[in-house]
């Protein structure tokens, strides 16, 4: 990949032009965005749209690219780029940062990877990493997609790591994204019940919990970010995954956990349980 080519959407694929001006330095540390690389862009918002009732806009970016609105908000990214680039097909958490280039040297002196970047595109700069357990996350410096504040107050995502050890991967994101440094606007971890819960201005944005298995062969059992969306209707999405090519992989009546028609897992949570 060379230097100028965006990775999976990032949280601005609208370029230049946007109504509200929001920067990672009012949000860092914060999950700030979700991306989906695919295969194939087409199928997979036809799968999107049946699934989640999703409607779609173009981005800047160009034809391989597009914004997914829930009632008029935006609420992720597609990059049809996985195979023409070489990427896993999943769905990626991003966190905003101040400097993408402080972020990756912090999470490389830790034992965490860079898989590719700091990338430079305006108006921002992004990278991929690898925790030390192997979880892929992203980071993102500049502004944000326009109308992220809405975004925000919608809460349509909400971002849970399985992983190894909660406490020692909260220390790994804390020394990189400066949680609970006593910066203001830092994010606050808290401890409840051997869980860590991560909070942004008052609000829960992520969990961490532990159990996960690294050399597991099941990658679901594996340390991951797992990304939840929130849905009016947990039976009847999972009844359309099935139908629209997906898979069901558990399923209750507040939650369940799908896989698209191109293989990238992702949880659909009741709205009235969150």
């Known amino acids: 990949m060379n230097q100028d080519k965006p990775v ?9 032009r946007r109504r509200e001006v929001v920067s990672t330095h009012s949000v860092f540390g914060a ?28 981005a800047k970016l160009g034809e391989h690219f597009r914004i997914a609105l829930a009632d008029g908000v935006p609420v992720a990214g597609i990059a049809a780029v996985a195979a023409m680039w070489q990427m896993a097909v999943a769905w990626t958490p991003y966190f905003a940062v101040p400097d993408a280039d402080v972020a990756v040297a912090r999470a490389r002196e830790r034992g965490g990877t860079a898989a590719v970047g700091p990338l430079s595109f305006p ?35 909400f971002i849970r790591l399985h992983t190894r050890n909660a406490f020692d991967s909260a220390i790994f994101y804390g020394e990189i994204l400066d949680w609970a440094s006593g910066q203001p606007g830092c994010c606050e971890v808290e401890y409840e019940g051997g869980e860590v819960v991560l909070r942004s201005q008052g609000d829960i944005v992520a969990r961490i919990d532990s159990g996960a ?11 991951h970010w797992q990304i939840h969306f929130a849905v009016a209707d947990v039976p009847g999405c999972a009844r359309a995954a099935e139908k629209h090519g997906g898979s069901v992989l558990s399923e209750d009546e507040h939650e369940a956990v799908l896989r698209d028609a191109d293989g990238a897992q992702f949880t659909v949570t009741s709205r009235s349980s969150r």
Request: aromatic content about 10%.
């Open 8 to 16: 999976s959407g990032g949280p601005n694929p609208d370029g230049p």
């Open 213 to 223: 298995v690294e050399a597991a062969p099941d990658p679901s059992v594996r340390p």
């Open 31 to 58: 999950p700030c965005w979700v991306s989906l690389t695919s295969r194939d862009l087409e199928a997979t918002q036809d799968f999107y749209a049946a699934v989640l009732g999703w409607r779609w806009r173009g």
């Open 123 to 157: 108006p921002g700069r992004a990278a991929l990493l690898a925790d030390r357990d192997g979880a892929t996350f992203g980071i993102w410096q500049g502004e944000l997609v326009s109308n992220w504040e809405a975004w925000r107050r919608a809460a349509p995502t």
